[in-house]
Nanobody, 128 residues
Framework: QLQLVESGGGLVQPGGSLRLSCATS????????IGWFRQAPGKEREGVSC??????????NYADSVKGRITISRDNAKKTVYLQMDSLKPEDTAVYYC???????????????????WGQGTQVTVSS
């Protein structure tokens, strides 16, 4: 069955970096758009970044709050999506989730309602 497993979270100081991974299985990775979302305590889940399918040239989209600090990428051979996070801030503290949707063509979206399958999340804490 379809599986998404996030990893790479942890505790990091402000200004530091982390790379999150979303390992996938059980579906045709090439035709799926993949998004990263986060949810801080007491807040709604928000879109961070997404990457479209290989058919759509793997175009990317970023929330304004993370532009220039976060990079999403996908490794089709490993069926894994990465989220490289640099210059981390305390406000980046949240549980980070990856999610997927079968979207052969078209740009990906940062709305959580567009995604059907979700991982269990990985905690990112930015604190000194």
């Amino acid at each position: 069955q379809l599986q998404l497993v996030e990893s790479g979270g942890g505790l990091v100081q402000p200004g530091g970096s982390l790379r999150l991974s979303c390992a996938t299985s059980g579906f045709n990775f090439y035709t799926y758009a993949i998004g990263w979302f986060r949810q801080a305590p007491g807040k709604e889940r928000e879109g961070v970044s997404c990457i479209s399918s290989t058919s759509s040239s793997e175009t990317t989209n970023y929330a304004d709050s993370v532009k220039g600090r976060i990079t999403i990428s996908r490794d089709n051979a490993k069926k894994t999506v990465y989220l490289q996070m640099d210059s981390l801030k305390p406000e980046d503290t949240a549980v980070y989730y990856c999610a997927v949707v079968n979207l052969v063509f078209g740009p990906c979206a940062l709305s959580r309602n567009n995604y059907l399958y979700w991982g269990q999340g990985t905690q990112v804490t930015v604190s000194s």
